[in-house]
């Protein structure tokens, strides 16, 4: 199976920017899609954006649609989550996740394979 770490996570003011990285080890990277999400204290886990295997079809959630851009780097085993112009409602722990398949799956739990989390936290 493939394992995630993520990284690039910190405190950040209201309006600056962050990226995110999403390194993978394991199986082939280019088997699988994937996928950011975040989690706020005392919420659901929700979808961000996700990413196809070749890197030509991506998919974003609406509130952060024209602010944050996935990549990914396959020679690199990267995934990436640009953040820009980020809100106090931005605050989460934000996860990738890998999943073979289909692309453009928002549903959490048809990803198989997740990263620990990364805490990002946007102060107004």
């Known amino acids: 199976q493939v394992q995630l770490v993520e990284s690039g996570g910190g405190l950040v003011q209201a309006g600056g920017s962050l990226r995110l990285s999403c390194a993978a080890s394991?199986?082939?990277?280019?088997?699988?899609?994937m996928g950011w999400f975040r989690q706020a204290p005392g919420k659901e886990r929700e979808f961000v954006a996700a990413i196809s295997r070749g890197g030509d079809s991506t998919h974003y959630a609406d509130f952060v649609k024209g602010r944050f851009t996935i990549s990914r780097g396959n020679a690199k085993n990267t995934a990436y989550l640009q953040m820009n112009s980020v809100k106090p409602e931005d605050t989460a722990v934000y996860y990738c996740?890998?999943?073979?398949?289909?692309?453009?799956?928002?549903?959490?739990?048809?990803?198989?394979?997740w990263g620990q989390g990364t805490q990002v936290t946007v102060s107004s």
């Open positions: 996740a890998a999943r073979p398949g289909s692309f453009s799956d928002t549903s959490p739990s048809n990803y198989d394979h």
């Open positions: 394991g199986r082939t990277f280019t088997n699988y899609h």
